[in-house]
């Protein structure tokens, strides 16, 4: 008895030690998630139907922190993009075309007070010009962000932002939605009552790394019960 009992422990810890590196595998280091909750203004459409003035709705933008587009730009690529309009969730078919930007601007910079951008640039506007973008402005990060003198862009951590400043609709940001959903073409945001934060991702394992997860967990216990028997 004590022969079987000390082959079933190992068979767990093995079992422990693959799952933990199945798992780890599984987790790009730099990935993170811009959130954004809000409202639209009484222009922007979906599918070529006004929303309304007023109408909430919620993105969140996936990026690689440890990539940005160009190492004096706090810009980077978005690999996914999802919204949630009127409680409806929709994801961007495209979410590359999309790029965000993080800048700060202290006082000294010649802001009145010290200011946290975060911004959703609109398909094509990356380096070429931004015309076509969603830029939020917060007063605070916590916690802070890497500081920079005065202005500038920069590397963004997992943070909260707090006492929003301004939400602005610069130009017309059109995102193609999946699954025939239509366009939704944002021309204008409304309300100071909007909140932001920069969250690590989450990772999920992929299709492959489940599986072979589990098949180690049958395999573990094929073994227990075999010499059970």
């Known amino acids: 008895m004590r022969r079987m009992k000390t082959i079933s422990m190992k068979s767990y810890l093995i079992l422990f030690c693959a799952v933990s590196l199945v798992l780890a595998a599984s987790a790009p280091a730099g990935l993170m998630n811009l959130n954004y909750a809000g409202s639209f203004g009484p222009n922007t459409t979906l599918g070529g139907i006004v929303l309304g003035d007023g109408t909430p709705f919620s993105f969140q933008a996936e ?59 609109g398909q094509g506007t990356w380096p070429n010009n931004n015309n076509n973008l969603l830029n939020f402005a917060f007063e605070f990060a916590t916690p802070d962000f890497i500081p920079v003198p005065f202005w500038g862009p920069v590397i963004p951590t997992a943070s909260v932002f707090t006492e929003n400043l301004w939400n602005v ?61």
């Open 169 to 229: 609709c610069a130009g017309s940001v059109s995102i193609t939605l999946a699954g025939g959903a239509g366009d939704l073409v944002i021309n204008d945001l409304v309300g100071l009552a909007a909140t932001a934060s920069l969250t690590d991702f989450s990772a999920v394992p992929e299709p492959g790394n489940l599986l072979a997860l589990s098949g180690l967990v049958g395999s573990a216990m094929f073994l227990r019960i075999r010499r059970k028997a």
């Open 63 to 121: 990026f690689d922190s440890a990539a940005p587009l160009s190492p004096e730009f706090g810009a980077f690529q978005v690999s996914s993009l999802s919204f949630i309009i009127n409680g409806t969730p929709y994801a961007a078919s495209s979410p590359a075309d999309q790029v965000v930007f993080f800048a700060y601007d202290s006082t000294e910079g010649g802001s009145p007070i010290p200011t946290y951008y975060a911004s959703l640039l």
